[in-house]
């Protein structure tokens, strides 16, 4: 996976032309984070980097090979198996900054 760097959260942020507020409450961090990411003061996490960036390119990640294979969702068994799957958590994070808008 590509390491986000301070001047690519800020572009990311232009390219979605949403303010460092706005960029901090669809990821669920403080926007003081946010701004720490921007100027390089700290490490930005890069899954929720690159969930933004999937929001700019409207590229939704994929569930696992298992959900996709599925023939009929039962959702008390999906909801088990999101605490375990990154990548299911993923999709279904994207959906919720997706919700955010």
């Known amino acids: ?4 760097t301070a001047e690519d959260v800020r572009l ?3 390219t979605l032309k949403i ?9 669920g961090i ?3 984070t946010w701004i720490r990411w921007e100027r390089g003061e700290f490490e930005c996490d890069q ?4 969930l933004l960036r999937n929001l700019a390119e409207n590229l ?3 569930p696992c090979y298992d959900s996709r294979s599925a023939k009929k969702i039962d959702w008390p ?12 958590k993923r999709m279904i994070q ?3 900054m997706l919700a955010k808008q």
Do not use: G, I
């Open 60 to 62: 939704c990640p994929e």
């Open 30 to 32: 403080s926007n003081n």
């Open 77 to 88: 068994d999906f909801a088990r198996h999101l605490r375990a799957c990154n990548e299911c």
């Open 94 to 96: 994207y959906f919720a």
């Open 12 to 14: 990311l942020r232009k």
């Open 19 to 27: 303010t460092q507020e706005r960029a901090a409450r669809l990821l």
């Open 47 to 50: 899954e929720a980097v690159n």
């Open 1 to 4: 996976m590509h390491r986000y």
